[in-house]
């Protein structure tokens, strides 16, 4: 027992953070040289004469790539201002901007810090990468700040978490960390003097700027010699000043680590200890080891500044309150009461652990406990257009309008599509409709759909939802376009729900189509209207999809939830006998009349390219891409070369190759 507790205080979450990294790079070294011998083996029956092992070459971000993010890992490389001679950095610059207010809402906050294995992984391949089972994140709802985080000096964000995130209202911060002994040589240095901190806290903001994301989590954890206070103290306030004036609604958050006094003791609440910082910047992030009154002391240490107070929560449980895995609840139900904000560290635990059965249900299930316990923090569609196809930046294929362009495996989070709020539900019972975005069926666009399967039962009809909005409507009608594919009598409809000025709430059903008076028997009773399709279409590309166009106008009104709306019109004879359901949901489109979220004509194009080769292929490739244009992402062509293909390297537009 006494050696148990021994190890447990002496293997602290810094030295388990170590342990993890040295593994996972020793981990990839070794992957390296055992390719490396297999070449080398391969290559021995062709020659007597052995082939030694080499080590990896070395990165040079100047030299043109495959592109790729990367961090910068010393002050000489910030004050240099080398990353953006980067041959990389204009590829890392995220396209699209953040959709939602500006400034945070006054409420309790859900702030998201991603820790994955080091970071980098697969999405750091910018034009996207080939690992279909890539890790992701697709309940964006659920959360306002999203932080990437990785053991270096600076983590810039890779542009494809930007862009999910924006698409979904959430800012996103990069991290500027010192630890270790390493740590404290930078941080005598960044501290030397006041014109030096204020030099680097100016490169910061050029870095956030230019990249395209919200601000920076600071994570000192060193200690201080108590006369760098100062400079520290200085560096926190010109970065959140130089942040604030070049980019309104960004955030500088400070994590709890060092105290105004200069010592490496956490805190674990924001106090008089910290409470310096915390004036400083936007908020405080606080470690994770916090007590169950630590929460309603830090609000009211805080004052009205509550809500910047972020309760840290650690997803692999090191000491942290309530265990964290899926007990991560626990804490966020105690942060909730006590009215202030959440931090949950790491929540790829869920991805890492390989939790049973498989990351899709895992995920959702994790994620399930988080709303249950929080609530959901994002509303869209704010605005029209809206479109979603479901897409989550990964799969196994992708689609356009119903025509399979390529059965390869693929993942790329800048494709990433508004994602639904789908509810899970721990034991859905024998007689209900689940409804899961699903990888594995063929697509209407993209790589992903929402699936609807299983039993009616005794029920009539089943709605789920999709999404919560908040979209104020005037004078204009709204088209809704949606395409569904079904087996048998299994029909999808609609939901809507709206809210007047006198908070009157009016639902209305955008039915499948079918017989029109069936389905007015069968509904007209439980929605204030049902509507059937104005235009029913079957695409050429496909026999197995219908495209159903509806068309509604509710002036003065606002749109607050949509939903699916799962049913049969004839119910079997035998009504003790289940009746099995299954229906795809392929897209989703709302649009007023006249508007066209179809790509702009070649002629209109701007391509310009940079570091041009010709290679030779040995086999068919298939090339698929994507170009960005406004926060629409437009599938463009599939291309295929026998002997020979074009590549570009740099391309303006944001011209997005994958090979």
Known sequence: MLITRFLRALLKRQTLISIRNFIFSTITKLSYFISSSFMASDSSTKSSESTPLLDPPKFDPSKPSIPI??????LEELESRSYFDSFHYPFNKASIPLNGDL???QRPRLLVCHDMAGGYLDDKWVQGGTNADAYAIWHWYLMDVFVYFSHNLVTLPPPCWVNAAHKHGVKVLGTFLTEWDEGKIISNKLLSTTEYACMCAERLTELAIALGFDGWLINMEVKLDPAQVENMKEFVSHLTELMHFSKPGSLVIWYDSVTIHGDLDWQDQLNDKNKAFFDLCDGIFTNYTWKVDYPKLSANTAGDRKFDVYMGIDVFGRNTYGGGQWSTNIALDVIKKDDVSAAIFAPGWVYENKEPPD????????WGLVEKSWGVMQNYPRAIPFHSDFDQGRGHHFSLDGRQLSDADWCNLSCQSFQP?????EDPGSDDIQAVVNLAEESYSGGGNVTFKGILGSKTYSTKRLFQAKLPLGDSALGFTYSVKSDGDSLVGISLEFLSVKNETVSVLLASHGSNLLTMNKFSSQFSKVIMPHRTTKPESSDDWVV?????????????????????????IDEEQNSEYYAVLGHLLIQTPGQSVHFLPSSSWVVEGQDITWKDVRTNLSLLAFLSYGDQRMELILMEFRSTIF??????????VWM
């Open 69 to 74: 993010s990367y961090p910068i890992k010393t």
């Open 103 to 105: 400034n945070l809402p």
């Open 359 to 366: 990351f899709q249900t895992a995920q959702n299930r994790w």
């Open 421 to 425: 709020f789908l509810e899970f539900s």
């Open 548 to 572: 159903q166009e509806n068309v509604i106008a509710m002036p003065g009104y606002t749109l607050t939830e949509i939903g699916a709306v799962c049913y049969k019109l004839r119910p079997k």
């Open 647 to 656: 590549m570009s390297r740099k391309c303006e537009k944001r011209i997005q």
